[in-house]
Nanobody, 114 residues
Framework: QVQLVESGGGLVQPGGSLRLSCAASGSRFSIAYMGWYRQAPGKQRELVADITSTATIYVDSVKGRFTISRDRAKNTVYLQMNSLKVEDTAVYYC?????????WGQGTQVTVSS
């Protein structure tokens, strides 16, 4: 069983920055895919960014502002969020896929407000 623990959410003013972290544990196998999703109130969960060994993908709304990175030795994925906007407010979830099985973290709240 893979456990994902997120941290780094909080309240920030528009234009500010936050860095989310997601540490994975319990996997006997290499984690091929990790990503960040978010869900705003009344909206569907959407992919924000993901990372594999060969590529990163971002949703258009965060391109140029967010950066996903990964420390394979620590089984940790990060999301650096800069120039935050009110519309970035959501619960952010970490996701990992191991041997074809998907796992979710518990989510961390990000609130962008003045």
């Amino acid at each position: 069983q893979v456990q994902l623990v997120e941290s780094g959410g909080g309240l920030v003013q528009p234009g500010g920055s936050l860095r989310l972290s997601c540490a994975a544990s319990g996997s006997r196998f290499s984690i091929a895919y990790m990503g960040w999703y978010r869900q705003a109130p009344g909206k569907q969960r959407e992919l924000v960014a993901d990372i594999t060994s060969t590529a990163t993908i971002y949703v258009d709304s965060v391109k140029g502002r967010f950066t996903i990175s990964r420390d394979r030795a620590k089984n940790t994925v990060y999301l650096q969020m800069n120039s935050l906007k009110v519309e970035d407010t959501a619960v952010y979830y970490c996701y990992a896929r191991v041997s074809g099985i998907g796992y979710w973290g518990q989510g961390t709240q990000v609130t962008v407000s003045s």
